[in-house]
């Protein structure tokens, strides 16, 4: 039987991310395999995502991993070249701008003072302030604005795991094709011992981290554990505007309703959270066009008025890997089963925490205890004793 020390299910942009830092570390010398049944990645969520950073949240382990991502995707070449190499990540630096009516304003605010200590480069704007920069917006509704006027905007998530994975596989990770069915525990010992992959072959192992995104809550019932994540549909629609927007160019903004609009030159995309939002097959990425036409078009068209002669380009659906506990990250490993490892519900953040996460989960694995940034707020421990550790600011 083959033998891994660690073997990673799903290799995405989470399973590339932690087997790109496990192999990247010289203080573990060590067999890693990364197992993905579809290497087109064609549905998985870092494919479909629409691969925006941010540094506005309202948790500090939220804003110091997006931090650090920035850092990363600045030197990106260097961290992941081969010979060389490198898959382009250019960035797209338009900031976010979240806009606040009267009732969410406390929140707004409370969010950008946490921001602040955290030292992200972001303002509040009054109305007429949003009115200057922003002259096609509508503002007669709106009490405050918060923009990010630094490293906020939109990269390419393919490209980022894909320059994860090849660095990867040139430091001796294997990607092994193939699905996994079920997993076997040592009870007594409380540890993962082998898993049982769909070709039929059983590979044993000394540790795994499940990081299959949308399907990880079938992962860990397979070691008999509880993940509150589950699959919810999100889709993005691209659309032309005939008429310019005049003034400072259009941040990812999100309107008070929970629509979010950004550029995506030369045209713009949306989307929403869907009215009724609930689990969803992990097979079904049908787009429902009436959330478009009931409740994502009208709020454009209030928000910026020139988009009430706007035409539909093309749209796709994906799906949030959404943690129903918190829409928080779940990171790290549980007392009953001490070399099983999450790596989940990343909700709409996974693409922007994919490098710290990884990072994290390195050292958790090789030193036993985070030594950059402490995630131990991620971890499982909430899940068990039921405690959320909600972040205000979700997408
Ligand atoms: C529409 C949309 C917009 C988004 N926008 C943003 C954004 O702007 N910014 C941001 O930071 N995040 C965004 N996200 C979230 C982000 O894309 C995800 O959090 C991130 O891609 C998660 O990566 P992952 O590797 O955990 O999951 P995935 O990319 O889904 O990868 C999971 C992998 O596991 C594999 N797998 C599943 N089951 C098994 C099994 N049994 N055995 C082996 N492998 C298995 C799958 O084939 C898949 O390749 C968005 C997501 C969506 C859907």
Redesign the pocket.
């Known amino acids: 039987m083959k033998h891994f020390d660690t073997l990673i299910?799903?290799?995405?942009?989470?399973?590339?991310?932690a087997a790109y830092w496990l192999s990247e570390n010289t203080d573990y010398d060590a067999n890693i395999a990364v197992?993905?049944?579809?290497p087109t990645?064609v549905?998985?969520?870092?494919?479909?995502?629409?691969?925006?950073?941010?540094h506005q949240f309202s948790q500090p382990v939220n804003i110091k991993l997006s931090m650090f991502a920035t850092e990363f995707f600045s030197n990106f070449h260097a961290h992941v070249q081969v010979n060389g190499e490198a898959p382009e990540l250019p960035f797209h630096e338009t900031g976010y701008l979240f806009l606040a009516t009267a009732d969410g304003m406390e929140n707004l605010i409370a969010n950008h003072e946490v921001q602040k200590k955290c030292g992200a480069e972001v303002i509040l704007l009054s109305p007429s302030e949003i009115k200057e920069r922003f002259p096609y917006m509508h503002t007669d509704d709106l009490e405050c604005g918060s923009l990010g006027t630094k490293n906020e905007g939109?990269l390419d998530?393919f490209s980022l795991?894909q320059g994860l994975k090849l660095r990867a596989k040139h430091n001796g990770v294997e990607y092994l094709h193939?699905?996994?069915?079920s997993i076997n525990v040592d009870k007594s010992k409380g540890l993962v011992k082998e898993v049982k992959l769909d070709s039929g072959e059983t590979i044993s192992c000394s540790r795994v981290i499940n990081?299959?995104?949308?399907?990880?809550k079938?992962?860990a019932e397979m070691v008999g554990l509880k993940l509150p994540v589950e699959p919810r549909i999100?889709?993005?629609f691209v659309f032309d505007c005939r008429e310019e927007l005049k003034g400072q160019t259009l941040p990812?903004t999100i309107d008070p309703s929970g629509v979010h609009v950004r550029t995506d030159p030369p045209n713009f995309l949306a989307?929403a959270p869907p009215a009724n939002d609930s689990e969803v097959d992990p097979d079904d990425f049908e787009v429902r066009s009436e959330e478009w036409e009931e409740n994502i078009w009208p709020v454009l068209a209030h928000r910026i008025p020139a988009f009430e002669k706007i035409k539909v380009t093309s749209s796709?659906?994906?799906?949030?890997?959404y943690n129903t506990l918190d829409q928080n990250a779940i990171i790290g490993t549980c007392e009953k089963l001490s070399n099983f490892f999450f790596?989940?519900g990343?909700?709409?953040?996974?693409?922007?925490?994919?490098p710290g996460v990884g990072r994290g989960l390195s050292e958790l694995i090789i030193y036993g205890k985070y030594k950059s940034l402490d995630l131990t707020e991620l971890g499982y421990d909430r899940v068990i004793r039921n405690e959320p550790f909600l972040e205000k600011a979700v997408?």
Do not use: K
């Open positions: 299910i799903g290799g995405a942009v989470m399973g590339s991310s197992i993905e049944p579809d990645y549905r998985s969520s870092t494919a479909l995502s629409e691969a925006s950073i941010r939109t998530a795991m193939n699905r996994v069915v990081c299959a995104g949308p399907r990880s079938w992962i999100r889709a993005a990812l989307g796709w659906a994906g799906h949030y890997a790596c989940n990343f909700s709409g953040h996974g693409f922007q925490q994919s997408i």
